[in-house]
């Protein structure tokens, strides 16, 4: 079965800092990978997708991830944070033969001043 | 385009009542997807529904159904309300789970 675990569940960042949000996964066969964002009383936006294409992926407001199979691993980062960024992120997974998608249980990111 | 739609944004209910929620898909979309966010919970899935079918469900008690019209909007249907159902529930659609979904805004629901 397909799952994600997303390590850490409160990150803080000083803007202008890295970006480094963890997200493994398991899954027995090549599997759809998602970045979503959450801001306060949203619902989610969908911010990248892996879909066994190119392994760095690119997606909205500067984010970006890469997948590794060898760890099984789809970090998400960016370059430099801004106060903007501040919301939960969540990983997903696509679970086959379900169609449905398996959420982690989100990182709440923290922009410092 | 307009994006996915949900109604109530905010409902609240007293214990043992029904709450009736609602969402309309982004035009094009037949598949609907139900997912409950309760504080400290994370996301859980509900429901999808896809050409008026139920396809697939999580795991929730049978009091949790829902339906799709022929217009592929859907409904929640939560009866016998528990004050543990207080939570936000998301509605999403997509033409291809593989793609991911769009996402509504939510209803946010309170049992009192």
């Known amino acids: 079965a397909q799952s994600v675990t997303q390590l850490g569940s409160h990150v803080s960042v000083s803007e202008g800092a890295l970006v480094l949000l963890r997200c493994n996964y398991s899954?027995?066969?090549?599997?759809?990978l998602f970045w979503y964002v959450q801001y306060p009383n949203q619902g989610l936006q969908l911010l990248l997708k892996y879909t066994s294409a190119a392994t760095l992926v690119k997606g909205i407001n500067g984010f970006e991830a890469e997948f590794k199979k060898s760890e099984t691993s789809f970090h998400l980062t960016k370059p430099s944070a801004h106060m903007s960024d501040a919301a939960e992120y969540f990983c997903a997974v696509r679970v086959q033969g379900a169609n449905n998608l398996f959420f982690g249980t989100g990182t709440r990111l923290t922009v410092i001043p | 385009e307009a994006g996915v739609t949900q109604s109530p944004t905010h409902l609240i209910k007293t214990r043992g009542q029904q709450a009736t929620l609602r969402c309309s898909p982004i035009s094009g979309h037949t598949s609907v997807y139900w997912y409950q966010q309760a504080l400290g919970l994370g996301l859980q899935f509900l429901l999808w529904?896809?050409?008026?079918?139920?396809?697939n469900r999580g795991n929730f008690p049978p009091r949790f159904s829902g339906r799709q019209f022929p217009n592929y909007s859907s409904e929640l249907n939560v009866n016998a309300l528990e004050l543990e159902d207080s939570a936000l529930y998301l509605c999403?659609?997509?033409?291809?789970?593989?793609?991911?979904?769009?996402f509504g805004s939510g209803t946010r629901l309170t049992v009192v």
């Open positions: 999403a659609s997509s033409i291809d789970s593989n793609y991911g979904y769009t």
């Open positions: 529904y896809d050409e008026g079918e139920e396809r």
């Open positions: 899954s027995s066969v090549p599997p759809y």
